[in-house]
């Protein structure tokens, strides 16, 4: 079982920025694909970025493309989110995500692909 913390939500202004952090307990951090989504009010949770086990592939979503970067410390089993030029559209409840190194995983875009998952950190971009 792994149990995941998200933390850094918070107010921001548009145009801001915002660092989340995502602490996992897993004892082997370093073999956990990471994700990152987010559910705004009234609308399905969506993919935001993810990053591979060893951290040398990332994806993001078109909508945080050049804006948000995802990152990993996995000395410190930790997965972050930075979110520069935020907008009011990126208002939401955050969620991390932990999926195991397996053979046939699936896409990292997908929520169904991964096993774990954080209580949300919120954000809250005003115009």
């Known amino acids: 079982q792994v149990q995941l913390v998200e933390s850094g939500g918070g107010l921001v202004q548009a145009g801001g920025s915002l660092r989340l952090s995502c602490a996992a307990s897993a004892r082997t951090f370093s073999s956990y694909a990471m994700g990152w989504f987010r559910q705004a009010p009234g609308k399905e949770r969506e993919f935001v970025a993810a990053?591979?086990?060893?951290?040398?592939?990332?994806y993001y979503a078109d909508s945080v493309k050049g804006r948000f970067a995802i990152s990993r410390d996995n000395a410190k089993n930790t997965v972050y989110l930075q979110m520069n030029s935020l907008k009011s559209e990126d208002t939401a409840v955050y969620y991390c995500a932990a999926r195991p190194k397996r053979p046939t995983g699936g896409s990292l875009m997908l929520e169904g692909n991964y096993d774990y998952w954080g209580q949300g950190t919120q954000v809250t971009v005003s115009s």
């Open positions: 990053i591979s086990w060893s951290g040398s592939t990332t």
